[in-house]
Nanobody
Framework: EVQLQASGGGLVQAGGSLKLSCVAS????????IGWFRQAPGKEREEISC????????FYVDSVKGRFTISSDNANKMVYLQMNSLKPEDTAVYYC?????????????WGQGTQVTVSS
């Protein structure tokens, strides 16, 4: 059974940090791309950062480069997103997902979201 469960969201002031966690199990980790996506009110869901199970190579969207760090713990089937220097525009529901490419359309499995709210 595929399990993708995100946690760690919350309310933080601008400039603060949060660390999101995702339990990601029940699928072929070695051949998957596992990532974090977000959806702000009135906007489309967008990719934020992904990591490949095969070689742990990473991808970041330009808006989070240098602020967010994705990491994985293959043994425990966990993926993390360390978010630093948070901005109000980072406010969104954050989802973890697994698929074949770091794009929304390429994700086969989705977890429930976790709300991140950054106050100014």
């Amino acid at each position: 059974e595929v399990q993708l469960q995100a946690s760690g969201g919350g309310l933080v002031q601008a400039g603060g940090s949060l660390k999101l966690s995702c339990v990601a199990s029940g699928f072929g980790w070695a051949h998957a791309t596992i990532g974090w996506f977000r959806q702000a009110p009135g906007k489309e869901r967008e990719e934020i950062s992904c990591i490949k199970g095969e070689d742990t190579s990473t991808f970041y969207v330009d808006s989070v480069k240098g602020r967010f760090t994705i990491s994985s713990d293959n043994a425990n089937k966990m993926v993390y997103l360390q978010m630093n220097s948070l901005k109000p525009e980072d406010t969104a529901v954050y989802y973890c997902a697994a698929g074949w490419h770091c794009k929304t359309y390429a994700m086969d499995y989705w977890g429930q979201g976790t709300q991140v709210t950054v106050s100014s």
